[in-house]
């Protein structure tokens, strides 16, 4: 028995198909009964005629339950009154199973109860398209950055140590009581990569253990993080620039109907093009000031000041040089100006707040992390605090940006750690202690890692 999915039912208009799949919904009418059948690439109105089919087989029909698993053989033929265009003229159904009663109704639920019913919501039309859109999105990062140049380094979930600030932590017990960390990024590792490479990216998991109930803040979300060996400020924003654009094509080009079965606003992903506004952050501070908003200038912007600086805009808008006391320390200065960061910050638009972070870093190369606008956190800033608490600012000279250095620190020299176990220490000139990373990942009782 072949199977054909129901996203390549228009190929088979005349022919006898098997779908094999669950009963989304079902009516009925005199003599006819109309079952929705979903496979998970579509759903497909079938037509139960009882002239047409055995006695066994529509007194099946009648017993049949949302959700349940079932087998239908028939007809396809193009019908525009039917949802998708065509329908089935049901020959044969086999009933793999009845399902009991199916919790998620279409009365209206909480969020607790569909969260709690999670394995069965994304069943629902809705959940469907948002994983789909979502998929979408993932396949379009890795496209983008593989027809780069770029290379694919995953990084560890367990990590040593913390990359950004130590408030935000999942702590686990490791192997002889030592104990680990669930990773907060995968930057770390990946500069030592796009220093073999030039052109490197890491995506996966991150977590933070936040509690927070805004739509910018998730415990757990998955984060891309490229990085460039050389490249400028200028260079990583158009990098930055370019990835938007051609995600927003992709998803508008595979994924329009499930984007309007979401009610999405087609149009304001449209304006998603070339180029992006780009302004200081001097520029955006006085917007903010001349705005009204409760702003005070040398300070970071908060969720309601990207709001408002983002709601001028009809595409994504691009913040650079911010103060460099409030941006992470190794984040090289302007040579023009050594109180500005040479760093942006992609401020989406509708309020969805900063969905990139760049930097040209203390060392030859620059990366930017990218997140989903709804998982959008607000990293710790830092003058140099390292892991044995020393809180005076780096003083890295600029011979150390040119070094080929890769950890993310505050060396004064182009010394090199050597590799070691985890209960290893190098002390170098530096302000903390640094693990040198062996290999991507870790064995039983040694955890391999880089502590900035």
């Not at 569909?114 to 396949?139: F, G, P, T």
């Not at 593989?146 to 600030?165: K, N, R």
Request: hydrophobic share 35%; proline share 6%.
């Amino acid at each position: 028995m072949t199977q054909t999915y129901i996203e390549n039912i228009a190929e088979h208009v005349g022919e006898s198909v098997t779908i094999k799949g669950w009963l989304y919904n079902i009516r009925s009418s005199g003599k006819l009964i109309f079952p929705q059948v979903r496979d998970g690439s579509g759903i497909l109105q079938c037509v139960v005629f009882k002239k047409n089919v055995a006695e066994e087989v529509w007194n099946a029909c009648q017993t049949l339950t949302q959700e349940s698993s079932l087998i239908v053989t028939g007809t396809v033929r193009a019908d525009e009154r039917a949802p998708g265009g065509f329908e089935m003229d049901v020959t044969d159904v086999e009933i793999v199973s009845i399902a009991e009663p199916y919790p998620i109704t279409p009365k209206e639920h909480g969020a607790e109860f569909l969260l709690d019913h999670r394995h069965l919501w994304i069943r629902s039309k809705m959940q469907h398209a948002i994983l789909r859109v979502r998929h979408e999105v993932i396949r379009a990062v890795r496209d983008y950055f593989d027809s780069h140049g770029f290379i694919l380094a995953d990084t560890p979930i367990f990590t040593p140590a913390a990359c950004e600030g130590t408030t935000s932590l999942f702590e686990v017990n490791y192997f002889d009581d030592e104990k680990a960390y669930l990773t907060q990024s995968g930057q770390l590792y990946n500069e030592a990569t796009s220093a073999a490479f030039g052109r490197a990216y890491a995506f996966g998991p991150t977590f933070r253990a936040e509690k927070s109930k805004t739509r910018r803040h998730l415990t757990e979300f998955w984060m891309v993080e490229p990085e460039v060996a050389y490249a400028t400020l200028d260079d990583i924003m158009d990098l930055a620039e370019d990835f938007l654009c051609f995600i927003a094509a992709r998803v508008l080009a595979n994924r329009r109907p499930e984007l309007e079965t979401l009610g999405r606003d087609i149009q304001k992903l449209e304006a998603i093009q070339k180029p992006f506004p780009r302004i200081s952050y001097d520029e955006a501070a006085k917007m903010l000031i001349d705005g009204g908003q409760a702003f005070e200038y040398g300070g970071d912007f908060g969720a309601p000041d990207e709001t408002f600086i983002s709601s001028k805009y009809d595409r994504p808008v691009m913040v650079h040089r911010y103060p460099a006391a409030v941006k992470a320390f190794y984040m090289k200065p302007d040579p023009t100006d050594p109180t500005k960061a040479l760093g942006v910050d992609v401020l989406a638009p509708e309020g969805y707040g900063e969905v990139i972070e760049a930097a040209s870093a203390r060392r030859t190369s620059s990366s930017f992390a990218i997140r989903s606008p709804s998982t959008n956190y607000r990293k710790k800033r830092s003058t140099g605090i390292s892991t044995c608490g020393n809180t005076a600012p780096c003083p890295t000279p600029a011979s150390a940006w040119a070094s080929s250095a890769v950890l993310r620190g505050c060396a004064e020299s182009n010394t090199f750690a050597k590799p070691f176990r985890s209960r290893e220490r190098f002390t170098g000139p530096s302000h903390s202690e640094r693990w040198t990373p062996v290999l991507w990942g870790s064995r039983c009782g040694r955890l391999e890692g880089a502590i900035p």
